[in-house]
């Protein structure tokens, strides 16, 4: 346990201000870093942004750009139009892998409330192209299967490898791939694969799986909702890639659609100049034992309204005593987790309860005042809950039935430009909680 001697205390280490500079669009972003340590996002669309940080991005094509392919995508993509008709126009949800010396771009075709869609691939030289020479991956004919769209692949622990797709209607699917030789990244079957998340009309959509060797577990994360109002970030986990999924309450994701934690939705902290909404589709990069969320957001207007456009953020992911994920309530700016005391966290902060399920509402915050003794109290001084550091920064929450796990780490703040603690942690029922330090 943290100990409250003021002698024996390290100074806590903030991030500086980071200059994010100008943001970047990518409606669902997947990360990819190259051989020379570039981050590249590449999103619907055509849109692709870059980074040599994670933190500061550049926007290297925007919507429509249509720069990654060899010759007019419509030629290059010939064989998908085939399949879905002429109506597309951009591809959905790309991601990039790279293969020995070659680089192959994974993206999905359909039109917008239709599950007649294909996913194919093309190969280039570089992880900006140009790409060509596209083949199938896997088609669906809108007859009562899954939405052949949002593909992603991931190598297991056992170097398997394997691709994840699709979009509410019959849900997400999982087959396994050719991990070497001349047909890597190819499927080793045919079909459509194994149900991972049942499907429905609030979703999911958007797979993403990764796997943390420090809890053994395969972390399948997806968005739930309508990607203009109520999109929010959830995840299940598995003791094998191709499941069974289950997320805190030890709901299976196979038999229920509105299974998983929900680590974010719609928010804005109260007094803050900014609300977001619709966070979702995200992809995770593992660095250095660190594990990176990247997904798009877009700004809350007026009381419930959001804008029409995506923006691209970062935020870092962190694991509680009980092997979940938790998703920082800020953007990375460099931030690490360290030892911090109850005597040095012992603060004011605006705490934030996510809504359940798929709210279109805006979480908002309340702030309590966390004393020294483990206590929390109100603005009238009235206890309301308890909390805890133990083991230099896992932070135990409780308020009223619920007790909440997660972490405490120091964060800049965007929102205020100041730089203070925040923690992150979850509920067993599902609910995410985020508190930033408060600033008066």
């Known amino acids: 346990m943290s100990n409250g001697r003021d002698e024996e205390l390290n100074e806590i280490i903030y991030p500086t201000n980071p200059a994010f500079g100008n943001n970047v669009t990518a409606h669902d972003p997947s990360i990819f870093k190259d051989d020379n340590g570039d981050y590249y996002t590449f999103g619907s669309h055509f849109a692709v942004t870059k980074s040599t940080n994670l933190i500061q991005w550049s926007q290297v094509a925007g919507d429509g750009s249509n720069m990654l392919y060899a010759r007019p995508w419509r030629t290059v993509l010939a064989d998908a139009f085939a399949h879905v008709g002429e109506r597309p126009g951009s591809t959905w949800a790309p991601c990039v892998h790279k293969f020995g010396d070659k680089y192959y771009m994974y993206y999905s075709l359909s039109t917008f409330g239709s599950s007649v869609s ?86 999911p959509e958007g797979p993403f799986i990764f796997y943390n060797p420090n809890t053994d577990y395969y972390y399948l994360m997806a968005s739930h909702g309508s990607l203009s109002t109520n999109y929010n970030m959830r995840v299940a986990r598995g003791k094998t890639p191709d499941g069974p999924y289950t997320d805190p309450r030890g709901m299976s994701a196979e038999t229920y659609r509105n299974s998983g934690l929900k680590l974010a939705g719609n928010y804005q902290f109260k007094n803050y100049p900014t609300g977001y909404a619709a966070l979702g589709h995200n992809s995770v990069l593992i660095e250095n034992g660190k594990y990176y969320a990247i997904y798009h957001s877009r700004y809350r207007t007026g009381a419930t309204g959001v804008t029409g456009y995506h923006n691209q953020f970062v935020n870092q992911m962190f694991f509680n005593k009980n092997g979940w994920p938790v998703l920082a309530p800020n953007r990375y700016a460099g931030e690490e987790l360290q030892t911090i005391s109850m005597v040095q966290a012992s603060r004011e902060y605006d705490v934030l309860i996510h809504t359940g399920g798929d709210s279109e509402g805006f979480a908002t915050s309340v702030t309590y005042m966390f004393n020294q003794n483990g206590e929390i109290v109100d603005s009238e001084n009235d206890a309301i809950g308890t909390w805890n550091i133990t083991d230099d920064y896992f932070v135990t929450i409780k308020i009223g039935l619920n007790t909440y796990e997660g972490v405490i780490v120091p964060q800049w703040n965007n929102d205020l430009q100041k730089a203070g603690l925040s923690i992150s942690a979850y509920s067993r029922n599902g609910l995410s909680l985020w508190a930033n330090e408060h600033f008066k």
């Open 118 to 203: 294909y996913i194919g691939r093309v190969e280039g030289d570089s992880a900006l192209g140009s790409y060509d020479n596209s083949v199938e991956i896997v088609k669906s004919d809108g007859r009562g299967g899954p939405n052949a769209i949002d593909p992603e692949l991931f190598f297991d622990k056992e170097g398997r490898l394997w691709f994840v797709y699709g979009s509410f209607f019959a849900g997400i699917y999982i087959k396994e791939m050719h991990a070497s030789g001349e047909n890597i990244g190819l499927p080793k079957e045919e079909g459509y694969g194994k149900l991972l998340w049942q499907g429905g009309d609030q979703g």
